[in-house]
């Protein structure tokens, strides 16, 4: 249970169970959403509940109003998943194996019987109703005891058409076995596949249970593979650290307990317990199973770590500055889960057709066995054809067309290091053709350094480092940090700041020891007035042409130095561009960084257009600028002065190592620093959606196709019962293909374009 982001109400998490298609779930979110103060949204494929309530409204009403819908319910902890229902799996697999191993001398007995009564001796009745009571009692039971409470609760769904169509079976069998004195012998052609006149059906009643126990085995075992990923991500963190107490002792302590500010150590072969920052030590961390990314990262002093990451050689002393339910690993199984839980608009209009689909099958079977009797007047014809239809309508594969490729993906797309946030994220895909990318700690790695210094006569270098390092100290912007770090490490501490003040895009100011101190961008000093030295501003333009970002500092209202800082671009940049170009997507970098630096950047990785010198909300300009030429925007951001554009654009994809502003405004978050992520997601979201449409299409094509020629008497009730299993088992398996879906360093074919739905 977590506070909801809009500020409305909480968040509640319920696992339901007992649901066997969609109209169950539309049943359930009908009754939650009657409760005053209650949003919910049911995932039938995932068999959960995602609740945004008001904080009058108690769990225990919620999980109360599930019940008496006649489905079992219980409240999840914030960001856990459900364990996996093992004991349904091994009980499906069990009746689904005795149902299958007699439906065989089931069938053959039946068939031979019913069309060669000279076969039949005396007791055969009796042989038969031994090997069917077992199939279509104890086997089937689930499904009668689903049909009775929903009859019990004046509702139905698809185990009510099973149940009706086993017992109708059943029943007709039982009544031409020991009453009726019909003969099949002269049946011929054709016929003999739709039925002759006295016929049984048990091999029908059995067959129908095989097939929909097959299914629902199938689904529960795609639902176990399906939530790996997301329980694998969940399982990363580690159970216990050790604390370092003040007096030099060392604890082993409960993860739970650890407190941001504590400071823990992490020896090889341990998981880093939180995220934190490194205070001492030196080691190379893996970060695969967060990320993706195979080559071990090598962090020291002051660089960032993240929880559940492995530390593979050396140690670490780290602080912990996120603990709980806000580390990433925290916020990334969040986002799998609402992911997994998100719907498409195509899907919520299925289940709500699904909710309303059931009656009206019932409706149609009694409409057809009636029209029967009444155009043919023969009772056996007619309820071949009512048989038929019951069973061959299920609508079980309409529910889970979206859920099974959401969890899917969204669970591949976690051990890939991309995080989408959900459906919508999904489908803004499709439309994009412009990917504008960030350029400092996007299409470079952000981590900056310090390469030239250069001071007006009589100024002393470690002076310039102490007054603009104390101020840079306390920014979070990469070209800060770098001029922080060089500062540190060349005098060791730094004076405090006081009156800081940030200009996102400009620079910043502080007193530091009495002297009002100014750091930014040359443009800063230009807008207020301040003119820099010839000789210093010709080695800022010299520098800035060599591809260099410059930072100007001045002291007291006037210019003293000019440092100049590189980046470093990150290797898979020039990939990840190629990448995009080669699936028909534009590509623009837009920096406040200056034109000549973001030039020979761009060059670099192959970004044709550059858009340098702009501020953050200049960025936003330039994204709807964009849109209102007709381009669908996608844009790639990491820090803070990214977060309006991302909020802004069609599509936002947030460097993961970046802020927490940013990830927030973001649709997909990329944890992991390979910049092919970002084609990676788009590919992943786009052949997702080709197999949620390709998933509804069958399911709304089989049920449109398969009850007319039910109707018309066209179709066997033993075939419509495997068609209606085969359809879920399709859609199923169609999704699972999601699970194969590769990184942008394999080969590939058909990713270039989406088709139209």
């Given at each position: 249970m977590?506070?909801?982001s809009?500020?409305v109400?909480?968040?509640?998490?319920?696992s339901?169970?007992?649901?066997?298609?969609?109209?169950?779930?539309?049943?359930i979110?009908?009754?939650l959403?009657?409760?005053?103060?209650?949003?919910?949204?049911?995932?039938?494929?995932?068999?959960?509940?995602?609740?945004?309530a008001?904080?009058?409204?108690d769990?225990?009403?919620l999980?109360e109003?599930?019940?008496?819908?006649?489905y079992?319910?219980?409240?999840?902890?914030?960001a856990?998943e459900?364990?996996p229902?093992?004991?349904?799996?091994?009980?499906?697999?069990?009746r689904?194996?005795?149902s299958i191993?007699?439906?065989?001398?089931?069938?053959?007995?039946?068939?031979?019987?019913?069309?060669?009564?000279?076969?039949?001796?005396?007791?055969?009745?009796?042989?038969?109703?031994?090997?069917?009571?077992?199939v279509?009692?104890?086997?089937?039971?689930?499904?009668?005891?689903?049909?009775?409470?929903?009859a019990?609760?004046r509702?139905s769904?698809?185990?009510?058409l099973?149940?009706?169509?086993?017992?109708?079976?059943?029943g007709?069998s039982?009544?031409?076995?020991?009453?009726?004195?019909?003969?099949?012998?002269?049946?011929?052609?054709?016929?003999?596949?739709?039925?002759?006149?006295?016929?049984i059906?048990?091999?029908?009643?059995?067959?129908?249970?095989?097939?929909?126990?097959?299914?629902?085995?199938v689904e529960?075992r795609?639902?176990?593979?399906a939530?790996?990923?997301l329980?694998?991500?969940?399982?990363l963190?580690a159970k216990?650290?050790?604390?370092?107490?003040?007096?030099g002792?060392?604890r082993q302590?409960?993860?739970?307990?650890?407190?941001?500010?504590?400071?823990?150590?992490?020896?090889a072969?341990e998981?880093?317990?939180?995220d934190?920052?490194?205070?001492?030590?030196?080691?190379?961390?893996?970060?695969?199973?967060?990320t993706?990314?195979s080559v071990?990262?090598?962090?020291?002093?002051?660089?960032?770590v993240?929880?559940g990451?492995?530390?593979?050689?050396g140690?670490l002393?780290?602080?912990?500055?996120?603990?709980?339910?806000?580390?990433?690993?925290?916020?990334?199984?969040?986002?799998?889960?609402?992911?997994?839980?998100?719907?498409?608009?195509?899907?919520?209009?299925?289940?709500?057709?699904?909710?309303?689909?059931?009656?009206?099958?019932l409706v149609?079977a009694a409409?057809?066995?009636?029209?029967?009797?009444l155009?043919?007047?023969?009772?056996?014809?007619?309820?071949?054809?009512?048989?038929?239809?019951l069973?061959?309508a299920?609508?079980?594969?309409?529910?889970?067309?979206?859920?099974?490729?959401?969890?899917?993906a969204?669970g591949?797309?976690?051990q890939l290091?991309?995080?989408?946030?959900?459906?919508?994220?999904?489908?803004?895909?499709?439309d994009?053709?412009?990917?504008?990318?960030d350029?400092?700690?996007?299409v470079?790695?952000?981590?900056?350094?310090v390469?030239?210094?250069?001071?007006v006569?009589?100024?002393?270098?470690r002076?310039?480092?102490?007054?603009?390092g104390?101020?840079?100290?306390v920014?979070?912007?990469?070209?800060a940090?770098?001029?922080?770090s060089?500062?540190?490490?060349?005098?060791?501490t730094?004076?405090?700041?006081?009156?800081?003040a940030g200009?996102?895009?400009?620079?910043a100011?502080g007193?530091?020891?009495?002297?009002?101190?100014?750091?930014?961008?040359?443009?800063?000093f230009?807008?207020?007035g301040?003119?820099?030295?010839?000789?210093l501003?010709?080695?800022r333009?010299?520098?800035?042409q060599?591809?260099?970002?410059?930072?100007?500092?001045?002291c007291d209202?006037?210019?003293?130095?000019?440092?100049?800082?590189?980046?470093?671009?990150?290797?898979?940049?020039?990939a990840?561009?190629?990448?995009l170009?080669?699936?028909?997507?534009?590509?623009?970098?837009?920096?406040?960084?200056?034109?000549?630096?973001?030039r020979?950047?761009?060059?670099?990785?192959?970004?044709?257009?550059?858009?340098?010198?702009?501020l953050p909300?200049?960025?936003v300009e330039?994204v709807r600028?964009l849109?209102?030429?007709?381009r669908?925007?996608a844009?790639?951001?990491?820090?803070?002065?990214d977060?309006?554009?991302?909020?802004?654009?069609d599509?936002g994809?947030?460097?993961?190592?970046?802020?927490?502003v940013?990830?927030?405004?973001?649709?997909?978050?990329?944890?992991?620093?390979?910049?092919?992520?970002?084609?990676?997601?788009?590919?992943?979201a786009?052949?997702?959606?080709?197999?949620?449409?390709?998933?509804?299409?069958w399911?709304?094509?089989?049920?449109?196709?398969?009850?007319?020629?039910?109707?018309?008497?066209l179709?066997?009730?033993?075939?419509?019962?495997a068609?209606?299993?085969?359809?879920?088992?399709?859609v199923?398996?169609?999704?699972?293909?999601?699970?194969?879906?590769?990184?942008s360093?394999?080969h590939?074919d058909g990713?270039?374009?989406?088709?139209?739905?």
């Amino acid at each position: 249970m977590t506070a909801d982001s809009t500020g409305v109400g909480r968040r509640v998490e319920l696992s339901v169970s007992g649901m066997t298609c969609a109209a169950c779930s539309a049943r359930i979110e009908r009754k939650l959403n009657k409760l005053d103060g209650v949003h919910a949204t049911v995932n039938y494929a995932a068999r959960r509940a995602s609740v945004t309530a008001a904080s009058s409204v108690d769990d225990a009403l919620l999980v109360e109003t599930v019940e008496k819908a006649g489905y079992q319910a219980a409240v999840l902890a914030p960001a856990s998943e459900a364990e996996p229902d093992d004991d349904r799996a091994r009980d499906l697999w069990r009746r689904m194996v005795v149902s299958i191993a007699l439906f065989v001398p089931i069938c053959d007995l039946s068939l031979l019987f019913m069309f060669l009564p000279q076969a039949r001796f005396t007791g055969w009745q009796w042989l038969l109703l031994v090997l069917a009571l077992p199939v279509v009692g104890w086997a089937a039971w689930p499904l009668h005891r689903a049909a009775l409470i929903n009859a019990r609760h004046r509702a139905s769904s698809m185990d009510t058409l099973v149940s009706l169509g086993i017992t109708a079976a059943t029943g007709w069998s039982l009544y031409a076995m020991f009453f009726q004195t019909g003969s099949a012998g002269d049946a011929v052609g054709w016929r003999l596949l739709l039925r002759p006149e006295g016929a049984i059906y048990l091999e029908v009643a059995a067959g129908v249970t095989a097939f929909v126990l097959a299914g629902r085995y199938v689904e529960a075992r795609a639902h176990r593979n399906a939530g790996d990923a997301l329980r694998e991500l969940a399982a990363l963190g580690a159970k216990a650290v050790t604390v370092l107490l003040d007096d030099g002792s060392q604890r082993q302590v409960p993860v739970d307990e650890l407190g941001v500010g504590q400071r823990f150590l992490v020896r090889a072969g341990e998981t880093i317990g939180t995220d934190g920052r490194v205070v001492d030590g030196q080691a190379a961390v893996d970060c695969s199973a967060m990320t993706g990314e195979s080559v071990p990262v090598e962090v020291i002093a002051n660089d960032e770590v993240v929880g559940g990451t492995v530390v593979l050689n050396g140690w670490l002393v780290v602080e912990a500055t996120r603990v709980g339910q806000d580390t990433q690993l925290a916020a990334m199984v969040r986002m799998v889960e609402e992911a997994q839980s998100g719907k498409a608009a195509v899907q919520r209009l299925a289940d709500r057709i699904s909710a309303y689909f059931v009656p009206a099958v019932l409706v149609a079977a009694a409409g057809t066995l009636l029209g029967w009797l009444l155009a043919v007047g023969s009772p056996q014809e007619a309820f071949t054809a009512a048989l038929a239809v019951l069973v061959i309508a299920c609508p079980c594969a309409l529910g889970l067309a979206t859920p099974t490729a959401l969890m899917v993906a969204s669970g591949r797309a976690a051990q890939l290091g991309i995080f989408i946030k959900g459906y919508r994220s999904l489908e803004s895909t499709q439309d994009i053709d412009t990917v504008v990318l960030d350029k400092t700690g996007t299409v470079t790695d952000g981590r900056m350094t310090v390469v030239e210094v250069s001071c007006v006569p009589d100024v002393d270098v470690r002076r310039v480092l102490r007054l603009a390092g104390a101020v840079e100290d306390v920014s979070e912007h990469a070209v800060a940090a770098a001029i922080s770090s060089h500062a540190r490490a060349e005098l060791e501490t730094l004076p405090q700041v006081e009156r800081f003040a940030g200009m996102p895009g400009l620079g910043a100011t502080g007193i530091v020891e009495g002297h009002d101190v100014l750091v930014g961008r040359a443009k800063l000093f230009h807008e207020r007035g301040l003119v820099l030295p010839e000789d210093l501003d010709r080695t800022r333009r010299k520098w800035e042409q060599q591809g260099n970002t410059t930072v100007v500092v001045g002291c007291d209202g006037s210019a003293v130095a000019v440092i100049a800082v590189a980046d470093r671009v990150k290797p898979s940049a020039a990939a990840a561009v190629a990448e995009l170009h080669r699936i028909g997507l534009r590509t623009v970098m837009l920096t406040g960084d200056n034109d000549a630096t973001a030039r020979k950047v761009a060059e670099e990785v192959g970004i044709g257009e550059v858009i340098a010198e702009v501020l953050p909300d200049e960025k936003v300009e330039v994204v709807r600028r964009l849109q209102s030429e007709g381009r669908a925007v996608a844009v790639v951001g990491d820090g803070v002065n990214d977060a309006p554009a991302l909020a802004c654009a069609d599509l936002g994809l947030a460097i993961g190592s970046g802020t927490h502003v940013a990830i927030n405004a973001a649709d997909i978050v990329l944890v992991r620093e390979d910049l092919t992520a970002v084609p990676d997601s788009i590919r992943l979201a786009r052949r997702t959606l080709r197999t949620i449409r390709g998933n509804l299409v069958w399911a709304f094509g089989y049920n449109v196709a398969a009850l007319p020629l039910a109707a018309l008497g066209l179709l066997n009730p033993l075939i419509a019962a495997a068609a209606m299993a085969l359809s879920s088992v399709l859609v199923v398996s169609n999704s699972q293909r999601l699970r194969r879906f590769s990184g942008s360093t394999a080969h590939r074919d058909g990713d270039t374009a989406l088709p139209e739905a």
